[in-house]
């Protein structure tokens, strides 16, 4: 079966650092790229972080130096490391796998958008 | 960075209607748009890459089009499980961004 799951939410105190992680099932997370998306609770979508298959990796300006993105190939899984964490980073944090387009006689070319998601994990930054 | 807009930022609709959502971005991202679904409690759900093309098994109801930076979403016929926040999001260059969403709901 295809699927992310995401693991490592929780509640952390402003100022404090959380990992989390995105296990992947049916895919090689290494092949594709991957991206963090966060949703700040009844808020619309933020777009966090991307890892290419070449391991390139890209930054909202609110994560910058706060936030690394990362993979461990042999485990298939995909990280955020989250430091100095701020209250206004309190959120669900979703993993997605990046979607490519299939043309016949080309190679798959990234569309940049995400097609498959996990379920998200809660994180909660409060004193 | 590139500002996303949709309009409107929430709509009543009968089964049945035909609604359209609109997205602007604030420069030129080409085709690089894409449409997302968000039902409460879930993940989202791509609906449309690449301003027009349909994602694999989504139904036929829903299309996409425009370039540049003004796009459309439409239901053709919108059905009960249509309801739902839409997202458009442009993979033009980073950071990525999404627009502010849509919320569908019954009239």
């Known amino acids: 079966d295809v699927q992310l799951v995401e693991t490592g939410g929780g509640l952390i105190q402003p100022g404090g650092s959380l990992r989390l992680s995105c296990a992947a099932s049916g895919f090689t997370v290494s092949n594709n790229y991957m991206t963090w998306v966060r949703q700040a609770p009844g808020k619309g979508l933020e777009w966090v972080s991307v890892?290419?298959?070449?391991?390139?990796?890209y930054y909202a300006d609110s994560v910058k130096g706060r936030f690394t993105i990362s993979r461990d190939n042999p485990k298939n899984t995909l990280y955020l490391q989250m430091n100095s964490l701020r209250v206004d980073d309190t959120a669900v944090y979703y993993c997605?796998?990046?979607?490519?387009?299939?043309?016949?006689?080309?190679?798959?070319?990234?569309?940049?958008?995400?097609?498959?998601w996990g379920q998200g994990t809660m994180v909660t930054v409060s004193s | 960075d590139i500002q996303m807009t949709q309009s409107p930022s929430s709509l009543s609709a009968s089964v049945g209607d035909r609604v359209t959502i609109t997205c602007r971005a604030s420069q030129s991202i080409n085709n690089y748009l894409n449409w997302y679904q968000q039902k409460p409690g879930e993940a989202p759900k791509v609906l449309i890459y690449a301003a027009s093309s349909l994602q694999s098994g989504v139904p036929s109801r829903f299309s996409g089009s425009g370039s540049g930076t003004d796009f459309t979403l439409t239901i053709s016929s919108l059905q009960p499980e249509d309801f739902a926040t839409y997202y458009c999001?442009?993979?033009?260059?980073?950071?990525?961004?999404f627009g502010p969403g849509t919320k569908v709901d019954i009239k």
């Open positions: 997605a796998r990046g979607h490519y387009i299939h043309t016949s006689g080309f190679q798959p070319a990234p569309s940049n958008a995400f097609d498959m």
């Open positions: 999001q442009q993979g033009n260059s980073f950071p990525f961004t």
């Open positions: 890892i290419h298959s070449g391991g390139s990796t």
